[in-house]
């Protein structure tokens, strides 16, 4: 296709309003709406492969569009009435079809690829992390939009009525809710008995990834060729069906697409825990002494050694030989609502932690020495508890000497309230015999460690049991 076909396809069809459809309407989305792609280190505009899965998942309402589109597209010949003369003219039907497919294509990805631009513009900006990893997320994006578009011009083509482009617009919505919601899901139960669901291979047949809830999760190899697989079967029966000129050619040329969604189930991985899978580059540790952070983080690691090796000294002092000895970003992916896991010798933190997100300086060795004494016990994707916020409270005053509230919103949404819990606890610990003290200190750490008890309670002698 020459620029003066492409051209003259662009003045002609709908393919430069389908382009931008799809550019405005999602970043209008993006920032107009204040959602979780705008919080935390899982921001579309603070890593990589965040950016490549946060513009990913707008495809769940970006495709069904493209989708209709193309079948609005497809009705041009048919609108015009030049059906029988274009039949009669010497050039081949597949000509047509690829000037008409290729300049919807462009334009698509076109405007896929300016979406992505206006947040890698910003990634720049905010991460010393760089990698490609993140380009096939991306990529195979852009395609779904393309295959959508060239299906929903075959279909066109082979059902000419006004209610084509509306009915398949839907169909494809209706196909990714319930990939997304139901049919491409699997029930299952956490070692803890906390019901839950997981993705199937079935859902990889949509466009939209899950929400976006761990830097380092991304989508593995196998997902990406099979989805790729899937996508030009689409791609090449919407084609076929746009050439087709008879009964039987449509009816062959839905032989691509059925072949490729087999294919692709074929090769897309039956376990979860291959579909999306940890980026160990991403999760690999960048160290300064004894405190670390994802290489993902690695701009963070100057801002955090300081008050890390502090909140080590003080552990050490208060503790003894029972105290941490290092400072690291837990990179450990577990599934909603299993049991986190900890160390007595290291203390596990998360950027995304509100006590950690809000400190900075002085009051980040204070949280720091806070999630070192009392990690916290709450199952994966579940928000504190109560009793693990005051418990880290006391024991974080214990350490430095004087209680302070930690930093963020609080533990129970109020410092006065807070106060009120904590002060009376403190005040009581103070008053004991250090080696009363530490035995009170060291049953919380038990409690706190294994997640069996209740830390908050050993601090009073388990007397609020």
Known sequence: MNVRVLRIEL????????GAVVLTSALAFLYLVNAAWWRGTTAWTAQWTSLALW???????LWPIAV?????????DHCSKMSELLTSTPRPAWHRAAALAGTTAITLASAFALLVLVGAVQVLAHTEYTHLEWLPISLVGALFLVAGAVLGMGAGRALPSALTPPALAMAAFVFTALMHM?????????????PSTEPNR????SPAVQEVRDVFVTLSAPVHIGQTVWLLGLATTGFALLVAATARARLIALTPVLAGAVLALLVIPSDPRRIYVVDEAAAELVCDGPVCVARTHQERLADLAGP??????????ALGGQAPVSVRENTAVLPDGAMPQWSRETVLFDFDDEIIAAANGGELTRALIAKGMVPGC????WSGTGGDMFAQTVAAGWV???LRPLPGPGPAGSGREADAGTRPVWKELKALPRAEQLSRINAMRAAAYSCEGDAFSELSGGASR
């Open 55 to 61: 513009t990913r998942s707008l495809l769940f309402y």
């Open 378 to 381: 709450s199952p994966v994707g």
């Open 202 to 205: 079935v859902s990889l047949l």
């Open 11 to 18: 003045r002609r069809s709908v393919a430069p309003w389908a």
């Open 68 to 76: 209709g589109l193309g079948a609005l597209q497809g009705l041009r």
């Open 182 to 194: 139901s049919l491409g899901r699997t029930e299952t139960t956490t070692a803890t008995g906390i």
């Open 400 to 402: 430095l000497g004087d």
């Open 308 to 317: 890390g090796k502090e909140a080590l000294r003080l552990l050490h002092g």
